[in-house]
């Protein structure tokens, strides 16, 4: 195991699972990534009274916050870590980068910010587990 992808939203599921991720690292002797997914935009950026460039920035910029935040949160100062911000959408953009060769797992919380307490998984970590090409391990 190489390095595991840790897949951060900046839910407190997600942050467990970050920190789970540095625990199997760490006796993995494996590297960790931590990616962040910007989704393609709802709405037309004029809606927001910006440009496409000052949303796309923004949006950059919430991303960098939210990995350093993550980076962080992970006790295990013997873990390497590095960070890559994804856009698209967020399962799909995740099975890809997943797909390099030296992942070996990909670590997900099992829900986000959209918690609907009656769900089993979100709809990212639901998504994932059916497309991925490696293995995920879904932290609850
Ligand atoms: N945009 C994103 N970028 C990276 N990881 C994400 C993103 N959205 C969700 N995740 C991952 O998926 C997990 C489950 O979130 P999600 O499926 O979105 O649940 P919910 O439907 O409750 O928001 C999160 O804990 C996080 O690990
Ligand atoms: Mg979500």
Redesign the pocket.
């Known amino acids: 195991m190489k390095r595991i992808l ?4 900046g ?1 407190d ?2 942050l ?3 920190r789970m991720a540095a625990d199997i690292a760490l006796r993995f002797g494996a590297k960790l990534t931590l ?5 393609k935009l709802l709405l037309p950026p004029d809606v927001y009274g910006l440009t496409i460039a000052e949303v796309e920035k923004e949006h950059r910029a919430y991303a960098d916050r939210l990995l350093e935040k993550a980076v962080e949160s992970i006790e295990e100062p013997s873990v390497e870590v590095d960070t890559a911000v ?1 856009y698209g959408a ?2 799909e ?2 099975a890809e980068t997943a797909a390099a060769t030296d992942v070996g797992m990909i ?10 307490a009656r ?1 089993f ?8 587990v059916h497309i991925s090409p490696k293995p995920v391990l ?2 609850h």
Do not use: E, Q, T, Y
């Not at 840790?6 to 939203?9: E, N, Q, W």
């Not at 670590?107 to 609907?116: D, E, F, K, N």
């Not at 998984?121 to 994932?128: F, I, T």
């Open positions: 840790v897949a951060v939203d839910s599921s997600s467990k699972a970050a990616v962040h997914v910007v989704p994804l967020p399962a953009a995740i670590v997900i919380g099992s829900r986000g910010h959209g918690a609907v769900m998984l979100g709809s990212v970590s639901d998504r994932l879904v932290v």
